[in-house]
């Protein structure tokens, strides 16, 4: 199983995503455009794609002139039946590269959040696993974007109605961050107290008392969604090594 894992910032963590694709035995391919780094090119050369978050808006193309072509790399690896998991700015450049629109700073939030399922996510293969119609999820996020017309809508919050779909067999864009366990909270925390402060004042002293409340569950559920999301991974057999596409 190759999956290529895309990284959008200095500080990036698959977390629980990491430790499904551990336990499955993925070879994984690290791309760094953030810092001149290629992208991958060819979808035929991986099994899966995964697009991690960062500090940047999926549209800041003036500073990240990477982004058009990742959103076409999303785009093209989706359109190939390819399991594509976006996370966060990776879910807002999934919307981008099916044609949806970026809306920049309407929908703050910061911390455990509630998110439901839509009807459709309660049916499909990889939201169906958080077991639950509603569930308590990390979010770092202050933007939001419109669903593609092609999306299946799967899940909501009250300040984001957007917070994860479905295109085609297996591309998936989620704006909670899943993949971040308590561990991985709290290396953010250590890494970026001020930034944390200044998105929700008060956090950090209330941050131990929520993580007993919310993390043990947030923790199962953001690995039974990357459990679930891996199992949509199709291993295809090759025998040439991936080619690569210049990041900028």
Known sequence: MRVAVVENTLVSSLGQVGVALQEAGA?????????????????DAFDGLVVLGGEQSAIDDHTHPYLPQLAEVMRRFGDAGKAVLGICLGCQILSRGYGGDNLLGQTP??????????????????????????FSI??????TFTLPSQAVHLASSPAASAQAFRIGRAAYGTQFHFEASRDVVEDWRQKFPDMME???????EEHRDLAQVHGPA???????????WVRQIEVAERSERPELLAGE
């Open 218 to 228: 947030a923790d199962a559920t953001g690995l039974a969604l990357a459990r679930a």
């Open 138 to 143: 990390f979010q770092w996020h202050s933007d």
């Open 109 to 134: 939030e910061f911390g455990w959040f509630d998110v439901a399922l839509t009807p459709e996510g309660a049916a499909d293969p990889v939201l169906a696993a958080a077991a639950a119609q509603d």
């Open 198 to 204: 200044v998105c929700r004042p008060g956090w950090l």
């Open 27 to 43: 070879e994984l391919t690290i791309f760094q455009p953030w810092k001149g780094g290629e992208l991958p090119q060819d979808p």
